[in-house]
């Protein structure tokens, strides 16, 4: 580890608000990095460097700092980390004053420097996990073995068997160039996932609102189990102060199945979005054929409708929420009737109705394909 003036200066500044001394902080090759007096930065300390050589304190009184470079009288003692000397720190001061405070000086940097070798190794995975996870979702990275080993590196088991969660957070009063607060969410956002669902594989903001979170489960878990999952994902970013439309893909293994679980929680985040039915949640099997549907060119669908219904009279609003509300009850009479709160009779005459105007009739199992079709096309953007 080099100890830097990024990681030693804050140490420093505290240390000289706490004692009336001035302490400089060097690394292994001696040179001062960190200071009270801030014109001593990047100088050589040679008392500095023999402590590091002898591995112990060097005293320097004021009669020897005369023939030293780069020294005061003080104290200089060893800083080591996990056994392994990576520079020193000294107090600048009569010797027999500081000598027992050197020694507290040294437990409190070496501690606060720990801290700090930890903070840039998550940091620096984190990094790399966010790396890695934009090429696993990026389909025009091929490199497969290549993300086996990442993978590895980063103690990622990819023979696990998990369902990706696509999380779009919407940032209550942020605007979109707001780039600090926006950070400062998705951290939050990152660490609030972590801690609900600890066993997740991994977890990562990919930009622009959007996050992944990998959990497992059972290979042939039950769709209603992963869906609850959601939810409550949803319910608690929403107890935050956060709004989401999460979409959920299937349960694979590998980093081609992990991808494709990602590209279907995108699928059903999409059509979340277009299909106007206020639900928040959805996987990506609660879609049906909707989802192959959804993978048609826009361009496609709009020309099929204008072909389709140039010669068709328009269905008023009553008709069409009847149809829509009709195929998604399958085809029943009464459950239709019901939820609309409309008499049977009514129902079968607006049926009737829709039959007369475009010469289909919804209750016929093969027009009803081509109705719910024409629904899908007409609903989708």
């Known amino acids: 580890m080099i100890i830097t003036t990024e990681m030693a200066q804050p140490i420093v500044d505290q240390m000289i608000k706490i004692i009336d001394y001035n302490v400089n902080i060097m690394n292994q090759k001696g040179v001062i990095v960190a200071s009270g007096d801030k014109n001593r930065i990047y100088e050589i300390h040679q008392g500095a460097l023999e402590a590091i050589d002898l591995k112990r304190e060097r005293i320097i009184h004021k009669t020897d700092s005369k023939n030293m470079i780069g020294t005061h009288s003080g104290v200089n ?56 996870i934009q090429n696993l979702i990026d389909e025009d990275s091929n490199n497969i073995p290549l993300l086996e080993s990442k993978a590895k590196y980063l103690k990622i088991n990819f023979n696990k068997y998990i369902s990706i969660f696509v999380i779009e957070v919407k940032y209550p009063n942020i605007l979109s160039l707001d780039y600090e607060k926006i950070h400062k969410n998705e951290i939050q956002i990152i660490k609030l996932l972590n801690f609900f669902y600890p066993n997740c ?120 929420e009847t149809l829509k509300i009709f195929l998604k009850n399958n085809l029943n009479i009464k459950s239709t009737s019901d939820e609309m709160h409309i008499h049977r009779n009514t129902l079968i005459y607006r049926l009737d109705k829709i039959k007369e105007l475009w010469g289909l009739d919804p209750r016929n199992f093969n027009d009803a394909i081509k109705l719910q079709f024409i629904n899908w096309c007409r609903t989708l953007k």
């Open 77 to 132: 003692i060893p800083i080591e980390i996990k056994g392994k000397v990576i520079g020193a720190v000294g107090i600048t001061g009569e010797p027999t004053k500081i000598y027992k405070l050197i020694h507290i000086i040294k437990i409190t940097v070496e501690s606060l420097l720990e801290q700090q070798i930890l903070i840039e190794q998550l940091r620096y995975k984190q990094t790399a996990l966010d790396e890695w």
């Open 201 to 320: 594989l991994f977890s990562a903001s990919i930009g622009k609102g959007y996050f992944i979170l990998g959990i497992p489960f059972k290979e042939n878990e039950n769709i209603k189990v992963i869906t609850k999952v959601g939810c409550n994902i949803n319910t608690k970013l929403n107890a935050e102060g956060f709004n989401t439309f999460i979409g959920i893909g299937n349960v694979y293994k590998g980093i081609i199945g992990y991808r494709t679980s990602y590209i279907e929680g995108l699928q059903s985040i999409d059509l979340l979005k277009q299909i106007a039915n206020n639900k928040v949640v959805c996987h990506i099997q609660e879609w049906g054929l909707l989802q192959l549907v959804e993978k048609i060119p826009p361009e496609t669908r709009q020309s099929f409708l204008s072909r389709y219904l140039s010669t068709k009279p328009t269905l008023n609003e009553e008709l069409q």
